[in-house]
């Protein structure tokens, strides 16, 4: 898939439905900030871009059963005028996720 057609802004990823109980333990969790989108493949994963504007972004990939909460977050604005929205998860301790640096071969990082 091309990295561009990836982290395209039209594929944000409505998260509303799958809000839960604000009333759960931070402590048995950890929070993580970014841009959701729709996973091309997987219905019960969510993608987190983390710096959706950034040239060196990276992103995350949890399995939606592992989420607590999410927050919604302001949105976020580029210098062209583009809004992104940005939300924090907060995913269940020992769960497993990824984390992915997207790149183009033979470019500096």
Known sequence: M??????EL???FELEKYVKNMDFDKKNCCSFYGSPKKH???????ILVADPFGEHTFYYDFK????LSIEEQPHITNPAGG???MVRLWVKNGSIGLQC???????KI
């Open 2 to 7: 091309e990295i561009q057609k990836f982290l």
């Open 10 to 12: 039209k594929d944000a």
């Open 40 to 46: 091309p493949y997987g219905k019960e994963r969510v």
């Open 64 to 67: 939606l059963k592992d989420i």
């Open 83 to 85: 809004s992104i929205s």
């Open 101 to 107: 640096t997207p790149f183009a071969v033979g470019q």
